[in-house]
């Protein structure tokens, strides 16, 4: 496939994630989005886990800090959701060392309190 890992596979989540912005709106809290996101990757029959926990590997030990992605997707994709008013470059800096710490290569960081989804959405690949 031309373009990067899991390209069709983003896709699809992203195609899941407008649908549901369609229906929803802006506005709701970020837990609402996650349940209706799931619904929705469910009805399309696309695998996933939800509030995964993410260990942070420290002097070869392996510490659970109470991290969680929210949404990973056929063990390939991590989706980390928010309902807010602009995403900031925490946010961003939130989304690399997810990936990092998760050893995954592709994430979505998806803002779902904007008026276009687009506008809202970060694709990431390490």
């Known amino acids: 496939m031309n373009g990067y890992p899991h390209q069709g596979l983003t ?23 996650e349940q ?47 309902s807010m008013e602009k995403l900031t470059p925490v946010h961003e800096a939130q989304l690399i060392t997810y990936l990092k710490l998760s050893g995954l290569k592709v994430e979505l960081l998806i803002n779902f309190n904007e008026h276009r989804l687009r506008d809202g959405l970060v694709r990431r690949v390490v």
């Open 36 to 82: 209706c996101l799931c619904h929705e990757l469910d009805l399309r029959e696309v695998q996933f886990e939800q509030q995964v926990q993410i260990a942070v590997q420290y002097k070869q030990c392996q510490i659970e800090c109470g991290y969680r992605a929210d949404v990973v997707v056929q063990r390939a994709v991590l989706l980390e959701l928010k």
């Open 11 to 33: 896709e699809q989540v992203i195609g899941a994630a407008i649908e549901v912005h369609k229906a929803l709106g802006p506005g709701l809290l970020e837990s609402a989005y």
